[in-house]
């Protein structure tokens, strides 16, 4: 069975992106998941120990670029925004790609208050993108 090439783009490749990444690549052997920034930041600690509690151990994961991607050349079935309406119309087109998305979730990294309300509403937007997985990889096995 081929897989596809999926490509999961936000701002920083810091949370949302990665989180996506992550649970595409474990809850379905259909797709091949990566993730980039628009402009690569550093792994976002509050969103590491969100999915540690689930059991997904991305704290080794490194922050990508799209123009990384765009440089090596890579293609993809689907790209797929995660970030703000505005930071999504900023997502390149990238050649012989056939599919592109955008799910708004808000920004782990824009969150004020404490450690503990951080977390939670980081874990809220982890729960958010885990239900939008489930859901794209349900409708994606119709089809």
């Given at each position: 069975m081929?897989?596809?090439?999926v ?5 920083h490749?810091?949370?949302r992106?990665?989180?996506a990444?992550?649970f ?8 091949i998941?990566e993730s ?16 540690a509690?689930i059991?997904?151990d991305i ?5 990508k670029?799209?123009s990384?991607m765009?440089e090596k050349?890579?293609?993809?079935d689907?790209v ?7 930071a999504?119309?900023?997502?390149p087109?990238?050649p012989?790609e ?17 450690y ?7 874990r809220k ?5 885990l ?12 089809e």
């Amino acid at each position: 069975m081929d897989r596809k090439s999926v490509l999961f783009i936000c701002i920083h490749n810091s949370a949302r992106s990665q989180m996506a990444e992550a649970f595409l690549n474990r809850l379905s052997d259909r797709f091949i998941a990566e993730s980039a920034g628009l402009e690569p930041g550093m792994l976002n600690p509050m969103a590491v120990k969100a999915m540690a509690e689930i059991g997904y151990d991305i704290s080794g994961n490194s922050v990508k670029g799209i123009s990384d991607m765009i440089e090596k050349g890579k293609k993809y079935d689907c790209v797929i925004a995660v970030c703000d309406p505005e930071a999504a119309e900023q997502c390149p087109i990238f050649p012989g790609e056939t599919e592109r998305l955008h799910w708004q979730f808000p920004d782990p990294s824009a969150i004020e208050g404490s450690y503990e309300e951080n977390l939670a509403k980081t874990r809220k937007i982890r729960d958010m993108i885990l239900n939008k997985i489930i859901e794209f990889i349900k409708q994606k096995g119709e089809e």
